[in-house]
């Protein structure tokens, strides 16, 4: 058996039908002993986000905002448009729905991760901070060598999901539409991406406090123009979202057709992969976070959910929907820029090829921190600046390599650091409630 076939195979159990129940199931249990924190407190979290997101309280590297803004770096990626893409392609229009209910328990999953994240994070040698699951699995549980496997994976992942997959993404679109040498894409990436890592994560935090809202917007934006233009659509596609996630969708234009498992199955999978609940990256970079209140930080990390899949997420379902284009037989992101340039001739294509490069790049900035703690976290941060220049020559590299096993072998270490993960938030659930009552009879 090739390697790639033992991966593929070890991929179906990670991302399989049980770890998604598992990751589901995390956050509904946390909703239950939170009481449901996620409606009861989302309104107070935005107003948390707006009040004190800038503010800086007590010791840490970045302000909350900078630490929320670096971990939907991250996650705001090619999930959003690729995947979201995928979701329908595969499971039809109600793979929407249980998206959305992955990500509802999502923000359960995602605020106990960064309440943890910061209440054991670390002051390392150097004055800064270092957390995450790594952290609370070694000092919560006492399971030193968990964490140290969580830190592993999560370093290896780094070097394909939040590297060289990306430049490789990118350097492929602006091949393609723009016809611009992968070598050319792949030596930029790796500049732009080595002059924001070089300055830690205190100018990580500054980069992503700028470009994650305009690249939000951005993509927003172009996401709206099309609902405008196909406002009268909006019912019929929700409509489709609602009645396919209980009820098999048939086979329609260049559409297959999708039974309700596939809706579920595909629309949890895809909604994991592009919130990242539970899967333990977010919390590195809330752990960094200027603050004294961990549950204060644990509810706007939470929003972070609620911006990547109830709003962009949805944003591109619906433009997929109301244009037509989930019948044309697409899938990935050619899906998502045959409807964007349907609907917006010339000028949404633009906005899909754009707006994937600018998510790829800041996947690798918040990629790029992760990866750094996570090896910090093994080796000490004498390995600190090696990885960061060995880092961006993963990027520079990856540009022009056929990257399907190293997208595989990643995908696998991505998925895999939600085991440890798991096992910290649910064994360290009891802590969790009761530093969430404490903070909250506080307010």
């Not at 949890?268 to 549950?295: D, M, W, Y």
């Not at 990547?308 to 697409?330: P, Q, V």
């Not at 490069?357 to 600046?385: K, N, P, Q």
């Amino acid at each position: 058996m090739d390697i790639g076939r033992l991966i593929s195979i070890i991929n179906s159990y990670v991302w399989g039908p049980y770890m998604l129940l598992l990751l589901v199931g995390t956050g509904v249990y946390l909703s239950i002993r939170l009481k449901f924190i996620q409606f009861t407190k989302l309104p107070y979290a935005l107003g948390l986000l707006i009040r004190h997101g800038r503010k800086e309280e007590g010791t840490g590297d970045i302000p909350p905002v900078q630490a929320l803004t670096t971990a939907l770096s991250a996650t705001i990626g090619t999930g959003n448009i690729a995947g979201v893409a995928t979701a329908i392609f595969l499971g039809g229009p109600g793979a929407v729905f249980w998206m959305w209910v992955c990500a509802v328990f999502g923000m359960a999953t995602k605020f106990a991760e960064a309440v943890l994240a910061v209440k054991y994070r670390h002051v390392l040698p150097d004055g800064t901070m270092q957390g995450g699951p790594m952290r609370y699995i070694s000092e919560g549980l006492g399971q030193k060598w968990l964490g140290w496997l969580f830190a592993l994976m999560g370093s290896i992942a780094a070097f394909g999901i939040g590297s060289m997959v990306q430049s490789n993404s990118v350097a492929v679109v602006l091949k393609e539409h723009w016809q611009v040498p992968e070598t050319l894409t792949g030596i930029t990436l790796a500049l732009m991406t080595g002059v924001v890592i070089i300055g830690g994560i205190k100018r990580i935090g500054k980069v992503t406090e700028k470009i994650v809202p305009f690249m939000g917007i951005f993509y927003i934006a172009g996401a709206l123009a099309i609902l405008c233009v196909h406002i009268h659509q909006i019912p019929e596609a929700l409509s489709l979202i609602l009645k396919h996630a209980f009820v098999p969708a048939s086979a329609t234009g260049g559409f297959a057709g999708a039974a309700v498992s596939q809706a579920i199955r595909f629309g949890v999978a895809r909604g994991v992969f592009s919130n990242e609940a539970g899967l333990g990256s977010a919390p590195i970079a809330h752990a960094a976070a200027k603050t004294t209140n961990a549950v204060r930080q644990g509810l706007i990390a939470m929003t972070g959910v609620f911006f990547d899949t109830i709003i962009i997420c949805s944003m591109t379902a619906l433009a997929i929907l109301t244009t037509g284009a989930w019948k044309s037989g697409l899938t990935s992101s050619a899906l998502t820029y045959q409807a964007f340039e349907t609907a917006l001739p010339g000028t949404g294509g633009m906005v899909v090829t754009v707006g994937l490069a600018i998510f790829a790049y800041s996947t690798m900035l918040g990629w790029a921190y992760y990866g750094e703690e996570c090896v910090e976290y093994i080796f000490g941060i004498g390995a600190r600046m090696p990885y960061r220049f060995i880092f961006c020559l993963a990027i520079a590299f990856g540009a022009f390599q056929k990257v399907n096993l190293v997208w595989n072998f990643s995908d696998t270490m991505n998925g895999a650091m939600a085991i440890p993960n798991l096992i910290g938030l649910l064994g360290l659930s009891g802590i969790l409630v009761r530093e969430t009552k404490k903070s909250l009879r506080a307010t």
